[in-house]
């Protein structure tokens, strides 16, 4: 059975700091990696990772797949308030269609 | 905004009733899947629907089932609700290309509390 983790489970900073969330992952037939950013109901899209596209980057959000730990991270720089929100990683694998298996999710908030 | 819409928003059922949530997906997809959201939880994949027939379920019994019409619109239903069926219900919308989907886009959800 496919199983992603996120840590940690939940981080207050200050605006201006940055943040790593982790997030691992075991799944057989490994087709992508997807970062959610969910702030009251719907999970808004981010980033999706595949094996041939590694690392993806958009204003202050990065994301890095690490194939061989069979893991990723999601970096925030320079926090703002409104990046406080609840951060879900999801894994795709061939063969499963279109199904998503996440993990828990990180619970970020960012204090003034 | 993905152009995903659910409705209701919310509703407040008792246990042994049934209930139908409705997904209107983005424009121009043609591939609806619904995810079950408990409270501090990430969402669960319920089934997945393509050309009106279900394509990929998840770990959920069959009083969980479903419906996609013509127009690429959803519905999901649930019978005999039981106390551990309130969630968040998502639906998601993609495009499938030969069965080969695009990223999915997500609704607000449809809370629902069974009392």
């Known amino acids: 059975e496919d199983k992603v983790v996120q840590s940690p489970l939940s981080l207050v900073v200050h605006e201006g700091d940055t943040v790593t969330l982790n997030c691992s992952y075991e799944v057989t037939n490994f087709r992508s990696l997807l970062w959610y950013k969910q702030e009251k109901k719907a999970p808004t899209f981010l980033f999706m990772l595949?094996?041939?596209?590694i690392e993806k980057k958009s204003g202050r959000l990065s994301s890095i797949l690490d194939k061989k730990e069979l893991s990723s991270i999601l970096n925030i720089t320079a926090t703002q308030t409104g990046d406080s929100a609840i951060y879900l990683c999801?894994?795709?694998?061939?063969?499963?269609?279109?199904?998503?298996?996440f993990g828990g999710g990180t619970r970020l908030m960012v204090k003034p | 905004e993905t152009g995903v819409t659910q409705s209701p928003t919310h509703l407040i059922k008792t246990r042994g009733q049934q209930v139908t949530l409705r997904c209107s997906s983005q424009?121009?997809?043609?591939?609806v899947s619904w995810y079950q959201q408990a409270l501090g939880q990430g969402p669960q994949f319920i089934f997945q629907?393509?050309?009106?027939?279900?394509?990929g379920r998840g770990n959920f019994p069959p009083r969980f089932s479903g419906l996609q019409f013509p127009n690429y619109s959803s519905e999901l239903n649930v019978n005999a609700l039981e106390l551990d069926d309130s969630a968040l219900y998502l639906c998601a919308s993609s495009l499938a290309v030969a069965r080969s989907t695009d990223t999915q886009y997500f609704g607000p959800g449809t809370r629902l509390t069974v009392l």
């Open positions: 999801a894994v795709r694998a061939y063969n499963a269609g279109n199904m998503l298996t």
């Open positions: 424009s121009g997809h043609n591939t």
């Open positions: 595949t094996s041939s596209g």
């Open positions: 629907y393509y050309r009106e027939e279900e394509n």
